[in-house]
């Protein structure tokens, strides 16, 4: 059963992307789909007869040579069962829902099918998320997040036509080849120190605490492990390398909603996977903890002021992932109950539905992204409004933050909190702020969205059209989900052994997020005026947070601009004048067939990824001979 979920959305991707010149492109579209649905269903099957032991699926052998032996295995426990449930259901929903919504993408290539391309390119995402959920060993998990980054370039980048869909592809490519090396890099250093790629080899060698010594009193555990979590970073958009995922939001709705939702997840999964080699590098464990609540409070405080709605609720995903790594640093990985193996699937679901809620809505409204001509749509789209409160309910209540769990298990609703005061008092401060603008911020959504007055021409919002039936159903099965999640978490940290802790630690956070739900109602219904007073007397200070601190300008010219200027100079003398001029004449129509399918512009991009693994790879050999021991 594992092996036909793992590959099914494989069959499904090569179906709609070759055969789609004999079954058509409906054909294409409902094979992919339904494929991916039979995975969903089997996953639910496999989730709900799993008895709680880790177990491991031989699949075939795939590497051996001298002592590195690594086979391609389904790794399943509780929590990655979980997850596959979680992948292969949202990924099956955001198929139904992109029949709908691809109906009205035009056909920008001439004389290409595009919309075959886009089911496979989802159904590849699931499948490469599914290597990575179920990986045994590192190598399987280093393929499974490069294939992943790989596939969301190639859905931001789906509509490239648009010069900004190219730039974001462009840039998601940078970070993420960046973040990728640092995962190939720390996989070479536990392999030096453990002779070994399987997770339990791993775990059993570096349980004792012993490490080879590098430099400056640092441990190749500590150091493989900074590694790793750099890799984390870049996948699950965490501060200094978070720019890409508000860029990305470029690409059509259900793939935003699968970036938002399940890759965006991938990176805390990766440290979780590897949580026993966190638990006994405390310099990566702190990083990991300042990391995500950095990101907790700045994404948070940078959605509260953005027009554009899907940059939004890209930067809301950004800082719920920050609780997410805090919990990670803290060590709420791997304890009773595995509180972060109850969040990441709920901020899947969070995510997933809150943008196909405001897809349906955009939709609506011709595609229109601009909260300030939005407004007064629950008269036109009630269902969707209603499902739109529902999440941001969720997310208020019970969401990843966990601000309001203390309301149902004051003892453990709140270990997040009381772990973030034990270990610095400062951190807990810290997150209920975080909370706080969380909140704000999703609620800010809502209301300019569904409620008050419309704010668009009278024309165009007579002109909003309807949500086709079947976007509807996907978004319906999507908020069912969300309330059974809920019920199940709360059960689940009910049914966790309490902890005494201060009165006044419990309540801080539900007061924090409740006193946040009524500045955003007297903002945005009570004196709609007052929040462009405020815009305009701290100017300053609002595009500041508008333009997200700049980071994304300094991304751009330390991280992107050398790496196109690289990837475009090799483009010139390798593709150009070594290749090409030689072999023009073979080449010309192999050249013409390719630029029917990918921009030119990309052939400097896809060569800086080549020089980012060339030196990832240097650097790997160059480390491998320094360390390498002949005694």
Known sequence: METIILFAPLLGALLAGLTWRVITDAGAQWAATGLMIFAALLSWVLWANFDGDMRQVYLLDWVRSGTLDAALAVRLDATSAL???????????????????????????EGLSFRPRFFAYLSLFTFAMLLLVTADNMLQLVLGLNVSAAMVYLLIAFRHHYKSANAAAIKSVVIMGLGNVGLFLGAAGLFILTDSLAFDDIFETVSDGTSAPLFAGLSLIEVSATLVLVS??????????HSWLPDAMETPTPASALIAGIFVMSGAFVIWRLSPLFAIA???SGLTVGVGAATALLAALFACTQTDVKRAMAYFASAQMGFVFVSLGLGLGQDTGDIVGMQLPLFAVVQ???????????RAMDDNRDLRTFGGLRQKLPAVALLMVLVALVATGFGVSQAALGVIAPATGQRLYIMAFASQPVLFWILCLAAGFGVFAIWRIVFLSVFGASRARQDVFDAVGKTPLIMVVAVTVMGVMLLSFVVWKVNAFAALPGSSTPGWMSVAPPIATGLSFLVAVWFYLLQPDLPKTLKASLSGLHLALQNGFYFDALCNRVLTAPLRTLGEAFSETGDGRVFSAPFSALSTRLVVTYSAIIDRRFGGVLLSAGALVFFGLLAVISWTVISWDPA
């Open 232 to 241: 984390a970073m870049a996948a699950s958009a965490q501060i200094v390398l």
């Open 282 to 284: 405390p310099g990566a």
């Open 352 to 362: 997933v539905m809150l943008a196909l809620c405001l897809g349906a809505v955009m």
């Open 83 to 109: 997850i596959m449930v979680i992948v292969t259901s949202i990924s099956a929903l955001a198929h139904l829902y992109a029949i709908g919504f691809m109906e009205r993408d035009k056909a920008f290539d």
